[in-house]
């Protein structure tokens, strides 16, 4: 069938009679067709052929729209139903009848468009603990992705061929000075990361992904984000580092201006990884910058309306490529105080801004105690788990994680109490072997302020209660080496009195 003969089809596929009476909304893309009416979405594949697809065939429409069930039904079963048929009925068509097949469609079930993360995001309602879960899910995605056989620079190393040749006609769009910058800059991150890049495939790190994880294929369902439309023309695209598939909806979220959230996904996604994709992350700037290339040859190359507002996206995107490629050097930051003083507060709003794109990770010493203790973070620990051997094996762990990252060239930021001289001597010396700047920040506020915050606290990896509290202040006063900030007042204050003593500015 071809595409004018296709049009049989859409005008029945539009037609209200076969939704029950149901007007369809009617969602049209480069590849496909989607009607959307009640609680059902139907979906047909465009009979087009493109560089890099061909649905001109109807078996190929009906292998494609079969292979986006199979690889999206086990991540959302609540929204992928089944592949039917339009078949022929007399002298019109039928959905899933018995006649002969004219074309296939994909059944699945509607959700609301206000859920789709894009919505949410563009309403402010990405929350911290949305990213945070955000992050998580996708780590669970890819552990179960199926592994592939490569190499991992061929395959980048293509996509940046790609991506200069095509911006070699797009000079007067994009500036002919930014595509020299991106070219230039890129590959050189790419040459640095080569190496790695190849050792993680032979990891096991190169997977069937996703492939197009951006904020518009995700979704609400439950409360619960849940991804879709997972790449399915073509498996070499679909195929790549799991990083590499995570940098894609980290760049989606710094061009639309979401620093904080960018940041914690990412880091919720490498605590759910428990340091196995730490080294990894030197790969991080070239992946996050032809991502955002991709973004904007795409954008060029739909050229879809106005002439005037695609020029600045695709412009935007070249920027958020830039900027990814920008990297002032690593810096360790340390951040502590008794229990209560608001240290996991200030450090998840000042991580974005320290270093490069997207910014530092943050180790949290009460998420690490967890992992260690092989319990969830809201789980309570026994007293006897913080014994001062089980102190030192946490503070392991953060140095250890630090050290890695440091080395991959990313920020650190450390998130714990840091009673200790020897703890805080550690995190200094750190950073003299690794030649990198170190700052230490102590957070302070009255008593009666700490033990009122962590009696309020729920759902919170810290076990530190009133005792706790009670007990810190008779036995430690803080490094006479670090600057102090009074975290008394308001959450902004604090804020700003810190990024100062970092030379940072705060990011949303």
């Not at 080395?407 to 450390?414: E, F, I, M, R, Y």
Request: include cysteine; charge should be negative; aromatic fraction near 6%.
């Amino acid at each position: 069938m071809t595409g004018d003969s296709q049009d049989k089809v859409i005008s029945f596929l539009g037609d209200p009679a076969t939704h029950r009476g149901t007007p369809p909304d009617h969602v049209e893309t480069h590849g496909a067709h989607v009607f959307l009416a009640g609680d059902t979405a139907l979906k047909v594949k465009k009979a087009v052929h493109f560089d890099y697809l061909d649905y001109t065939a109807l078996a190929t429409r009906e292998k494609m729209l079969r292979r986006e069930l199979e690889l999206n039904r086990p991540a959302a079963p609540q929204i992928y139903r089944d592949v039917v048929p339009v078949t022929r009925d007399g002298d019109g068509l039928a959905l899933d009848g018995d006649g002969e097949t004219v074309e296939w469609v994909l059944r699945m079930h509607r959700f609301p468009k206000e859920d789709e993360l894009s919505e949410v995001a563009a309403r402010g309602a990405l929350t911290d603990e949305l990213a945070d879960r955000l992050g998580h899910e996708i780590a669970a995605y890819h552990d179960t992705a199926p592994r592939r056989d490569g190499t991992g620079a061929d395959r980048m190393a293509a996509i940046l061929d790609e991506l200069e040749s095509a911006f070699a006609g797009m000079k007067d769009t994009l500036g002919p000075d930014r595509i020299t910058a991106f070219a230039r800059q890129t590959r050189a991150a790419f040459d640095h990361a080569s190496p790695l890049l190849d050792s993680r495939a032979a990891e096991g790190h190169l997977r069937r992904c996703h492939g197009d994880l951006h904020l518009r294929n995700l979704v609400l369902i439950d409360g619960r984000p849940v991804l879709f439309d997972a790449l399915e023309f073509d498996e070499e695209l679909g195929t790549c580092d799991v990083l590499y598939d995570l940098a894609f909806l980290v760049m989606d979220l710094l061009n639309r201006g979401l620093s904080r959230p960018a940041n914690i996904v990412l880091n919720a996604w490498l605590f759910a990884h428990q340091g196995r994709q730490d080294a990894g992350l030197a790969a991080l700037p070239v992946f996050l910058a032809l991502r955002a290339g991709i973004r904007a040859m795409v954008t060029v190359q739909t050229g879809a309306g106005d002439p005037a507002e695609m020029r600045d996206a695709a412009q935007g995107y070249l920027k958020t490529a830039l900027d990814a490629l920008n990297d002032p050097g690593p810096r360790l930051v340390a951040v502590g105080g008794l229990s209560g003083t608001g240290k996991t507060t200030l450090a998840r709003r000042l991580a974005p801004a320290i270093g490069r794109q997207p910014g530092a990770v943050h180790l949290r010493s009460d998420l690490e105690r967890k992992a260690l203790a092989g319990v969830a973070p809201e789980d309570r620990l026994p007293a006897d788990s913080y014994t001062a051997e089980a102190a030192r094996a946490v503070h392991t762990r953060l140095t250890d994680r630090a050290r890695y990252l440091l080395a991959a060239g990313q920020s650190v930021l450390l998130d714990a109490t840091f009673l200790s001289p020897d703890e805080r001597r550690g995190v200094g010396q750190l950073a003299k072997e690794l030649s990198v700047p170190f700052t230490g920040l102590w957070l302070e506020a009255p008593v009666e302020t700490l033990t009122r915050r962590v009696t309020a606290r729920q759902g919170d990896a810290s076990d530190a209660d009133a005792d706790v509290v009670r007990r810190q202040t008779q036995t430690d006063t803080g490094p006479a080496d670090w600057p102090r900030i009074d975290t008394s007042g308001g959450i902004e204050v604090v804020e700003a009195a810190a990024a100062q003593q970092l030379g940072v500015t705060p990011r949303t």
